[in-house]
């Protein structure tokens, strides 16, 4: 098993770490009241978009250098 587990490389771990560090990603409130979600018979889909800046130079994950 790779040594940097879940992840690619130590350079994809570290950017995942940064982005929880400066709270890019982050662990929201639940948004519904659980007492509220049992009488709710529809489920609502919500889409979060995780992209990083689009200023901001990419890696490309096909390039074999992580």
């Known amino acids: 098993?790779?040594?940097d587990f879940p992840f690619c490389s130590e350079?994809?771990?570290?950017r995942?770490?940064?982005n929880w560090a400066t709270e890019k990603y982050v662990?929201?409130?639940?948004?519904?009241?659980e007492d509220e979600s049992d009488q709710v018979e529809s489920k609502t889909t919500i889409?979060?978009?995780?992209?990083?800046d689009?200023?901001?130079e990419?890696?490309?994950p096909n390039d074999g250098k992580h």
């Open 1 to 3: 098993m790779n040594g």
């Open 11 to 14: 350079k994809c771990r570290d």
């Open 16 to 18: 995942d770490l940064g």
């Open 27 to 33: 662990v929201s409130d639940p948004i519904f009241d």
């Open 47 to 52: 889409i979060l978009d995780l992209d990083e």
């Open 54 to 56: 689009p200023d901001e």
């Open 58 to 60: 990419r890696d490309d």
